[in-house]
């Protein structure tokens, strides 16, 4: 394994205690001589079952709750017939977890003591809870405008939370501002190279569930794309191997008040970002914006922009039915009425728990 620059190319070992390159570019982490095996009678339970394609050297530095192999069952929505991975049923209620379980134990392999994150939420709330299970102090910044019940979470696990009086880009920048004038290590699930080793086991589920077959179509949720990047890398692994043909086509999904990556690709003006509901994809400026690009394009998907009333009735329709989930799940439920989908096997991830939302689907949905 090796730390790869996505811009310049610059190769580092996977035993550095780095988090970018030198010339300030996001780092990808690389395999030589992949060996993909889905014999897993003995594994490990949940998504450590693929330990063999993570990057943890010993099972011992492994923080873990259990969590993964999220169940994969099938609904008709909008007069389509499509897979739910309910990811929500995580053990923070979201899937950052993925990314978290396999970043803290790197973190814990390393011997690092103290990390900072920053976030709208979710990832926040799951750094905390890992760094708290790894016994890593961890310094949380979130926007004010955050859902008051991920603050809660946050710091009932102990972490130190720190409120910026800002947008989510503010937070950011503040957040960077203290790793670089502190020295601590960032344990950010958009730089951090290890938190997509642990968003790729969302395609090896999908792949086993699926009984070793892929769906033509994933409809992903897009601020970060720490799903959309994990997710694509995971398929990309099976083809580089030989065990699937074909990568699915990838639709992302943003919000209409907060689209970059819409505006990116088809070449329009980039506004201010204004408050959405859906603030898990609410990301003025993506970190790894070329890197999404460049998979959209080449994977032949496209992005998807939901009105804020579409993504309320998306989730009343939700609930409804029983899915106790968050509105940035609710954006992509509400991308499918958008889509001309015909006799294609289509995978829909119900990404946060409404847990995390309480205020909003109150406010939005109930009243």
């Known amino acids: 394994m090796r730390l790869v620059c996505f811009d310049c190319g610059k190769s580092y070992s996977a035993d550095d205690a780095r988090w970018r390159c030198d010339c300030g570019g996001y780092l990808n982490l690389e395999y030589d001589n992949l060996n993909i095996d889905f014999d897993l009678k003995n594994s490990l339970p949940g998504l450590w079952r693929y330990k063999h394609l993570l990057p943890i050297k010993e099972e011992n530095d492994i923080v873990s709750f259990g969590e993964g192999f999220t ?191 819409y505006s990116e690709i088809h070449g329009d003006k980039v506004e201010e970002c204004s408050e959405t509901i859906a603030e898990g994809i609410a990301i003025q400026k993506p970190v790894r914006m070329k890197q999404i690009v460049q998979i959209i394009n080449e994977n032949g998907g496209d992005v998807v922009v939901v009105k804020e009333k579409d993504i309320v009735e998306a989730l009343r329709l939700m609930l409804k039915r029983g899915f106790y989930i968050e509105p940035t799940s609710a954006a992509i439920v509400a991308a499918l009425g958008k889509l001309e989908l015909k006799n294609q096997t289509v995978i829909i991830p119900l990404t946060g728990s409404g847990l995390k939302t309480i205020e909003k689907i109150q406010n939005f949905v109930i009243n």
Request: glycine share 8%; charged share 20%; aromatic share 12%.
């Open 71 to 261: 169940p994969l069952i099938k609904e008709n929505i909008f007069g389509r017939n499509v897979y739910l991975k309910l990811e929500y049923l995580f053990p923070s209620g979201s899937y950052k977890d993925r990314g978290s379980t396999v970043l803290l134990s790197k973190v814990k392999e390393l011997g690092i003591g103290e990390i900072v994150e920053d976030s709208s939420g979710n990832a926040g709330s799951s750094i905390a809870m890992y760094a708290a299970k790894a016994k890593v102090k961890a310094n949380i910044y979130v926007p004010k405008d955050t859902s008051k019940s991920k603050f809660k979470q946050i710091t009932a696990f102990g972490a130190n939370l720190v409120v910026v009086d800002g947008n989510r880009n503010d937070t950011y920048l503040k957040a960077l501002e203290d790793v670089e004038e502190k020295g601590l290590y960032y344990a950010s699930h958009a730089w951090n190279p290890y938190f997509f080793e642990g968003t790729k086991t969302f395609s090896f589920e999908v792949f086993e569930q699926l009984e070793f077959a892929v769906p033509d179509v994933l409809i992903l949720p897009v601020g970060n794309g720490t799903l959309l990047i994990g997710a694509y890398n995971g398929f990309l692994q099976l083809k580089e191997v030989g065990a699937i043909k074909q990568i699915p086509k990838i639709i992302a999904v943003q919000a209409e008040g907060c689209s970059p990556v």
